[in-house]
């Protein structure tokens, strides 16, 4: 079985800028008939109107922040190729599921 999968770097949101850019990111999204998807600087309201106009993915992820709202690094699944079994997300800090945690070097700065 191939599988395809594809990375999107989508910039973090600004004032209105993803909602001028989110009909030619989600026309290259279904148009990359890819499997799985990931993504880097989504946040959770990108997330939800990118969702809307893919409706071939679900999404799972959520932002880095303590209550997992924000920024993230989510992933999207063709729902007609798979069945979610199980999710998790792990923090790069010395309490990886301790959500908004971080290593003493990067206060302030979250990573999933």
């Known amino acids: 079985m191939e599988l395809k999968v ?3 770097n989508i910039r973090i949101q600004s004032a209105s800028d993803f909602t001028a850019r989110v009909d030619r990111i989600s026309k ?4 990359s008939s890819a499997d799985i998807i990931c993504f ?7 997330q ?3 969702a809307e106009k893919t409706p071939d993915y679900v999404f799972v992820g959520g932002g880095r922040d ?3 709202l924000g920024e993230g690094t989510p ?4 729902r007609d190729r798979f069945v979610l079994q199980e999710f998790r997300t792990r923090w790069l800090s010395d ?6 945690s971080c290593f003493e070097c990067d206060q302030g700065h979250p990573r999933i």
């Open 95 to 100: 309490k990886p599921t301790v959500p908004n």
């Open 28 to 31: 290259r999204v279904n148009d």
């Open 6 to 8: 594809v990375t999107f």
């Open 40 to 46: 880097q600087e989504l946040s959770t309201s990108m």
């Open 48 to 50: 939800k109107l990118l």
């Open 75 to 78: 992933i999207a699944y063709r």
């Open 66 to 68: 303590a209550t997992r």
